[in-house]
């Protein structure tokens, strides 16, 4: 196996590592209630302020069904709630309640946390290069993959 496979399978071990810890870590969960799903379902309508059924399908590659259920869930728990666009009667929206606010803002705030102790590990310049190296990556990784998940065609 050449030096660069061994840095490659070495690179995957950490990212999945990374992976892992973050998700373990910044899923506010209200003790146990949230799937890692819903968790993302809850991001994804935080970060956008409301989200239809089929951005959210697309989002976590999975079908509205299944979506529609992951909403149903939500709902009971009384983190999101459907409303209907005054447009367009037929076109309804994914919206955080305040229950839903709070849990996404602790979700945030659990991220950052995180994100400071990463970078906290490191001295200041260490930091700087360790973030234009995440960005770098971060944008090849873009090129290669779109955000429809399939590889780019070569």
Known sequence: MSKFEERAKELQKNIEELVRRFQAGSTTNLDGELSLQENKLIDLVGQRQSCIMREISDYLHVAVSTVTALVDRLEQ????????????????????????????????????????????A???????VYLNLVKKITDKAAQQFPSNGKPAAN
């Open 77 to 120: 728990k009384e983190i999101v709630r459907r409303q209907r666009s005054e447009e367009d009667r037929r076109i309804v929206r994914i919206v955080l309640t305040k229950k839903g606010q709070k849990v996404y803002k602790s979700h945030v705030d659990e991220l950052l946390k995180l994100c400071r102790g990463v970078l906290g």
């Open 122 to 128: 490191l001295d200041e310049e260490e930091q700087v």
